[in-house]
Nanobody, 124 residues
Framework: QLQASGGGLLQAGGSLRLSCAAS????????MSWFRQAPGKEREFVAG????????YYDDSVKGRFTISRDNAKDTVYLQMNSLKPEDTAVYYC???????????????????WGQGTQVTVSS
């Protein structure tokens, strides 16, 4: 089970950190990612991390602003979001799965486990 938290309402330019904690399993063999879904849009990949070695992946829209990290001991993944923009407004979901190859990292269909989503709203 994945539990996402940390969303909120803030102004453009602000920062927020999302957390996603796993229970009932260890994430050591997992790829963990964050996706987001804005109203009326498809769920899209934001960032991912390979738990075993910390390799990270980012969508171009968040590179340089967002940082994904993990705490192996806590089986938790974080998404630090800086310089937030109104277009970052969405429900953010964490997702995880084992054995996800690099070419599938950005595909939501590759992830069998999903958190419940946390709302991030950025006002201009």
């Amino acid at each position: 089970q994945l539990q996402a938290s940390g969303g909120g309402l803030l102004q453009a330019g602000g920062s927020l950190r999302l957390s996603c904690a796993a229970s009932g399993r260890t994430l050591s063999r997992f790829v963990m990612s964050w996706f987001r879904q804005a109203p009326g849009k498809e769920r899209e990949f934001v960032a991912g991390i390979k738990f075993s070695d910390g390799t990270t992946y980012y969508d171009d829209s968040v590179k340089g602003r967002f940082t994904i990290s993990r705490d192996n001991a806590k089986d938790t993944v974080y998404l630090q979001m800086n310089s937030l923009k109104p277009e970052d407004t969405a429900v953010y979901y964490c997702a995880g799965g084992s054995g996800i190859i690099l070419s599938m990292t950005r595909q939501k269909s590759a992830y069998p486990y999903w958190g419940q989503g946390t709302q991030v709203t950025v006002s201009s």
